[in-house]
């Protein structure tokens, strides 16, 4: 029987499994070592695998997300873990000129097996520096792959597969997700690192999340049944690349798209999955694809305003409603 | 005075705390600053620090138990024997509620459920009770607003799903009526395609087109539904006289014991009360008989409930009841809705020797009855859902009803 | 120093500690949010380096910078109801803890990205040299910022163009729970400055008179139009790096060492006007609040009873602080949307 824990225990367990069998993969950031991780993601591993496998850098995004392309391109396994994804500004020219492009201006003669981790999201009212969601500006970056686990299983599988994939994989950890809870089975296999997930099944209206709004957008759909709504949430999983086969095929069933993004709603991720959607799915279409997302505003520090800023269960069933005039 | 402790916020993400334990006892003096607790964060195990000086009292709070922020976990008496004076009240009884100074700065603690989505919607400082917690989610929230900001604008046309089945079905568009907010759905091209083609007008005599009642859309729709149903008919002729002896002797209606005895007829043939659904065949229980009434806006079948288990007096006045609502159009969907057999009644007719009628969605079979002759004799006709009557359960129905009409068997 | 100026010391420390101490306090009872960094244990620090500018000075500072806001003239109001998130804090509710702001005192702001501070304080100081005026720009930062990229590139580009800028390290010895030694090939900050050609001291940041005097000297240089200065002001902070933080990597050995030479303290008694004996500083350590109240009562600046007063009067302070930020109204969305378009100027996009 497979049990309960939390997120960042199945995202420790990932990376505690891997390193006792791969000696090419170490962990570097901010914290990771003595202090166990801003989210603990990395307790206990200092105290097994010693300071060379995980590493406590001084603060230097941009320059030890570089040490990690250079390890990765003599076939080490980095798995860099940038404090938030806020921090990651400073690191995206390793990321985005590096990681991404070395392999492939090598004419593919170098692997990158980097693993960038980074929590990022609104979290509790961290103010605007803190509050980002970088998901827009990694996406449009070819040569990157980004996973969004929403849950421990899936956090336990994607962090395993990331690692262990030869492509650069960044890793997008919500930080209001580290404290949930899940079961998490070592034993099944797991789908396709790009595989979306339909979390609940429906006939009327598909909607797509992913992260944390992919709870959101569950909960709303066991709301929406009162409505007579029954609404099938597809949780993307990844966002580089994107399961289109699962999307289009609901849509197809469905006819109505609700995207429920928590990043800004003016070119972000549902921009790209509403318009994607509608060009494979045009004729199927009853009414126009919905987009709910963040507003494009920074997050004010003030809760209320905060919570304002982003969609919560109550919006995304309104949402859905309107698809239905 | 006391004042309270609560189990502090130790980080922003932080929704419940776990009292590892007390470092005090109540009755301990404490000094502001003291370490009076260890207090297990979702991060790190942490001291809690008492804020002012005083003495510590109960009731505490159990250790190593998980507590939400902000629930009150023990006090601080400004003096020893205030501290101690306290008989320590049960755990389970709430937290009572802080002076009014703290009151402000520590909100209610709502439920576990209540705090996990507070902390979902709302963080803010100086939170807010949940009660005022929905203001904040109205139809005008600042999100939905904003995804509502891009709404297609104008009214009318066609989406792409209706126009690409426009195209499969080879439909006329010109023939498509919009919904209600101007659009043609795929729901209108459904519509259009089920039904009977639009009849052709070009070379009528000049018209004029007039929406019918709403009634008789309804019935429009309702009937053109029901081509989906495989129907056949079977008639047969009875000797009415004796029923209708009956009915003069007791002052009742004849329709209303003809559909008594079509009740009593139907409970021994279950079948016919049943009705084919997608899951399967619906066995009723009672027999709901619909009678159907012709009135100025249309067709209409109230319903009498349980015909076959009620005295006939009882029926008698329901049936009162009800086409009186009818003369006023006060009938409710509970009034016409729901009925497992059907009658219709065209007696008042003399030369329509006999007729058959459709099976409404809903039921299995209807009864047509016709006019008697100056014999007494009328034609009965039973339409029929062929999925769930073959011709010899309709036909043996028939032999028994008619056999219980000729002898008036109405009990 | 004057009798007025070690009682204003003495007040605006003793104020940080109380302002700090009740902000934990409503903290942990949720009415601050967030990320929450405390100054406890640096307050001669900012103290000393802010009561040696001027007010045409621009400071430009991180995301622990409650105290410095405080010693530059906000009122305790508005610090407070900021990290309370209310309308009438001193960024209206939108920054909270780590973006304290005020245009008026040039408190050019908190930054909580770690190493903001230098290119904003060198831009600056640009703007400074271009208006030729005699004004000069401080920027705090951490040892944990000194390795990031911005540091190096910043102090290069101040010391080749001579601009006015006096880097103050607030050195506290942890990169969050990363000690110096783990975290900086050249713990000692300031040798760093050497690369740049920048003149740079290491000051006991305990000590306020002595983080005062150093920055007084090295802004009357910076004024003289040498260029930039550095001070490294070796310090300690008593909490965690922030308020989930226990702080529990460093070693209680360390910590207690350091509680003694609470500044607050230290402060007290380095004003004494006889050289304390060796005694004297073996049992005060080096907290800066007691040094300076036992410097006050030395000097006859305070009795005992004056140091109560003072004591109730900042409580008193801090209590209104308090009052004020849970009186205050929320901002609403409006005021959201009026900040993020302050700049627009009413222009209305057709």
Redesign the interface.
Known sequence: MADEIFYWQALNRALDELMAVDEAIFILGEDVGLYGGSYRVTEGLYAKYGEWRVRDTPISEGSFTGLGVGAALMGMRPVVEIMTVNFALLALDAIINMAAKVPFMSGGAFPMGLTVRMPGGVAKQLAAQHSQRLEHTLMNVPGLRIVVPATPQDAYWQLKQAVLSDEPVIVLEHELLYFSKGQVDETLPPPPPHRALCRRQGRDLTIIAYSKMAALAEQAAEKLVAQGIDAEVIDLRSLSPIDWHTCAESVARTHRLLIVEEDCRFAGAGAEIAATLTERCFTQLEVAPLRLGGLDIPTPYNGRLEAQTIPQVEDIVAAAKQLFN | MKHPITMPVLSDTMETGRLVRWLKKPGDSIKKGEVIAEVESDKALMELEAFQDGFLAGPLAQENSDIPVKTVIGWIAESREEALAEAPQPETKPAPEPSKATSEAAAPVPAAEEAQLKVESQTGPGALPPASQPATFQASSPVLQAALSARPTESGGMTPLARELVQELDIDPQTLAPGADGVIRARQVLAAALSAPAPDLRYSADYEIKRPSGLREKIAENMAATTATPMFQLTARVHLTKLHDLAKQRELSLTLLMARVSAVTVQKHPLVNAVWTPKGLAWRKQVDVAIAVDTPDGLISPVLRDVAGRPLEELAEDWRILKDKTQRRRLQPSDYEGAGFYLSNLGVFPRVLWFDAIVPLGASAILAVAAADKAGRCALTISCDHRVLAGADAARFMEDLSEAIEKAQVD | MDRDQALAFLHDMTLARAFE?RAA???????????LHLYPGEEAVAVGVLHACEASDYIVTTYREHVHALVRGVPAEEVMA?????SHGC?R???????LFDAERRFMGG?????ETYPVAVGIGYGIVLKDLPEAVICFFGD??V???TFHESLNMAALWKLPVLFVCENNQY????EIH???AVPEVYKRASAYRIPAERVDGMDVLKVYEATQHALQQIRAGTGPQLIECVTYRFRGHS????G??RPPVEVKAFQQVDPVEMALRELSLAYPSPEQIATAGPDCLLRLREYCLDQGHLHEESIKDLEQKVQAEVEAAVQFA?ECP????D???D??LCNRNGEVLT
């Open positions: 101490e306090q409503e903290y942990m009872q949720g009415n601050i949010a967030g990320f900021e990290l309370f998130g209310k960024s509710g939108m920054g909270g803890s780590m973006h930054y909580a990205i770690v190493g944990g910022a390795n990031q990229g990169q969050i729970g990363t783990r975290h900086s308020m989930a933080d226990p529990s990597y849970l929320e901002p609403t969305m005021d959201a949307w900040a993020l």
